[in-house]
């Protein structure tokens, strides 16, 4: 019974190891260095994971990159100069804000031109229905057209 329970927190203490090394642990200057780090983290989107950010991924590329914003942090990097050090590395996907360029162009102004194409189709489309209904009779047609008037009024009591 003993040898059981020992096998039990050993086969435990082995597995838990794994877990206490992916949480990454720094050690800040300051405060406000350790707000920013956080900032900075929530901020950068990991390219693996594509919705998360890369303080909550636990994708290998998402540590790589928390450790290298710890790191141009440590070298007295800007806020601005570390965003800018990953765009170059990894493209504007990392930033949840892509910044309005050609390249981007169609991502931000792609759902108002489909809107715009979309309303423009309804409402084509209703105009040349009411054409149809209302379309117009030439002079004879429209003279015979009085005349059959005239004629069933006259026949009504």
């Known amino acids: 019974m003993k040898t059981g329970i020992w096998r039990v927190l050993l086969l435990s203490a082995v597995l838990s190891g794994g877990a206490a090394a992916s949480i990454d642990t720094y050690s800040f200057q300051s405060i406000d260095q350790e707000q920013q780090y956080r900032q900075l983290t929530e901020q950068l989107r990991c390219p693996k994971c594509q919705n998360n950010s890369i303080a909550d991924s636990n994708a290998i590329i998402a540590g790589d990159m928390r450790a290298k914003v710890y790191q141009l942090m440590q070298q007295g990097k800007s806020r601005q100069e570390i ?27 792609g759902p108002l031109i489909f809107i715009l194409v979309g309303a423009y189709l309804v409402i084509a489309r209703a105009v040349k229905r009411t054409g149809r209904n209302t379309a117009s009779l030439s002079v004879p047609e429209q003279q ?14």
């Open 83 to 109: 965003i800018d050090y990953m765009v170059a590395r990894y493209g504007n996907f990392v930033t949840y804000q892509p910044p309005l360029n050609p390249l981007t162009l169609i991502l931000w102004a």
């Open 144 to 157: 015979r057209l009085n005349q059959l008037l005239a004629e069933t009024e006259e026949k009504k009591p």
